[in-house]
């Protein structure tokens, strides 16, 4: 069974940080590409970032580039997403996933197959 858990979602005032996890289990995660995603209330899921198998390339959304950060540590089935100077407008449910193939860093929902369950983040002004 796969599964992607998130976590280090929170409540964080404005221009602050925080740093999520996405550990992976019971598939390959390793040799495909991973998303992050996320959801404000009343609003269709849209793309935050995205980085190759390997780490070696990642692509952000304009809305986040130069704040957020991707990572990956194959070696413990687990990617990041490093949250910098925050806005009340990145309030909104993350998710990670893995993608259908393997070196496609897709920014489409549909490009994506499995997903976690998700972990809040609040920003406040």
């Known amino acids: 069974q796969a599964q992607l858990v998130e976590s280090g979602g929170g409540l964080v005032q404005a221009g602050g940080s925080l740093r999520l996890s996405c550990a992976a289990s019971g598939r390959t995660f390793t040799n495909y590409a991973m998303g992050w995603f996320r959801q404000a209330a009343g609003k269709e899921r849209e793309f935050v970032a995205a980085i190759s198998w390997s780490g070696s390339s990642t692509y952000y959304a304009d809305s986040v580039k130069g704040r957020f950060t991707m990572s990956r540590d194959n070696a413990k089935n687990t990617v990041y997403l490093q949250m910098n100077s925050l806005e009340p407008e990145d309030t909104a449910v993350y998710y990670c996933?893995?993608?259908?193939?393997?070196?496609?860093?897709?920014?489409?929902?549909?490009?994506?197959?499995?997903w976690g369950q998700g972990t809040q983040v609040t920003v406040s002004s």
């Open positions: 996933a893995r993608s259908r193939i393997s070196r496609i860093l897709g920014v489409t929902t549909t490009e994506y197959n499995y």
